[in-house]
């Protein structure tokens, strides 16, 4: 079984630049040994979806330590019997990797 998903989260009251905030999660997203992409609006992680929700609620609980208003969008892609997609999607198509 493969889940992917598209995930973005970051706060919206800490000014123009939130790269300090999107590096700390980015770092929870590392920690989970998880296999992901990142992309300049958002990362792509691909595991099961109990842990894939573990990582967005650990994401979440970073940033709602220190930021009262945290915007977050998750797009969720499942498909059975099938593993490695976050690259063989791209390859499909004809993408790089």
């Given at each position: 079984?493969?889940?992917?998903?598209?995930f973005s989260?970051?706060p919206?009251?800490?000014?123009?630049?939130?790269?300090?905030?999107?590096?700390?999660?980015?770092?929870?997203?590392?920690?989970?040994?998880?296999?992901?992409?990142?992309?300049?609006m958002?990362t792509?992680?691909?595991?099961?979806?109990?842990?894939?929700?573990d990582?967005?609620?650990?994401?979440?609980?970073?940033?709602?330590?220190?930021c009262?208003?945290?915007?977050?969008?998750?797009?969720?892609?499942?498909?059975?019997?099938?593993?490695?997609?976050?690259?063989s999607?791209?390859?499909?198509?004809?993408?790089?990797?």
């Amino acid at each position: 079984m493969s889940t992917l998903i598209d995930f973005s989260i970051f706060p919206l009251d800490k000014g123009e630049s939130v790269s300090p905030y999107v590096a700390r999660v980015v770092r929870i997203i590392r920690h989970s040994e998880l296999q992901y992409k990142i992309g300049p609006m958002g990362t792509t992680i691909e595991g099961e979806w109990e842990e894939l929700m573990d990582v967005v609620t650990r994401c979440f609980k970073e940033l709602k330590k220190d930021c009262g208003r945290i915007y977050v969008s998750v797009k969720f892609d499942y498909r059975k019997h099938s593993s490695n997609r976050i690259i063989s999607k791209v390859k499909s198509v004809g993408g790089a990797v």
